[in-house]
């Protein structure tokens, strides 16, 4: 459970950076350069889908999966989300004349609230914890269980011996040494 819940705020943090790049790169297009609305947010977002998927993969969902595999579940995911929220977008602001901005930030809170599950479930499923930080961090966890089981005790932290009233009365300081 606790896995999951940093994992999930794993996400959401990069899925913000993702959001920041995606916003960014929108308002430069569209304010700055003054290219079409819809083109600036189709770059936009493929700009923030890769950063989102590069960085998920690897320390949100700790992936050794098949790239382009995955990359081609992400796709399919886009398949689906692009041309609707580019149909929202274009509706809300056009038909509606909502504010573009308001519109883009609940297409990216509707692509936070689907993208996730798909991600977890459909295109990492199989393969969560497999790549070489998930390995390390098994190892490290297993070490603790074993010097827990052997009654070793465990360091906790960045605690050093004398913090935590361990001390080694076999080990003489330098002042005594000298002496």
Not at 14 to 21: D, F, H, Y
Not at 35 to 61: D, G, M, Q
Not at 95 to 104: A, D, F, Q
Request: charged share 20%.
């Amino acid at each position: 459970m606790k896995k999951e819940v940093l994992r999930t705020i794993k996400y959401l943090l990069i899925a913000a950076s993702a959001g920041i790049i995606q916003f960014v790169s929108f308002t430069l297009m569209n304010e700055l350069i003054g290219w079409n609305y819809w083109i600036s947010y189709l770059i936009a977002l493929v700009l923030s889908v890769i950063w989102n998927f590069t960085f998920n993969r690897k320390y949100t969902f700790k992936s050794a999966s098949n790239v382009p595999k995955a990359m081609a579940l992400v796709l399919a995911y886009y398949c689906v989300f692009t041309p609707l929220s580019t149909l929202n977008e274009h509706y809300l602001t056009t038909k509606l004349g909502w504010n573009e901005y308001l519109v883009t930030i609940i297409n990216m809170l509707l692509n936070l609230a689907t993208e996730f599950p798909f991600q977890r479930f459909v295109v990492f499923r199989k393969t969560l914890d497999t790549n070489e930080i998930a390995r390390r961090e098994r190892e490290r966890e297993e070490a603790r269980a074993k010097e827990l089981a052997e009654g070793a005790p465990v360091p906790s932290g960045d605690t050093a011996p004398e913090a935590s009233g361990i001390i080694n009365t076999d080990q003489k300081s330098e002042t005594e040494i000298k002496i």
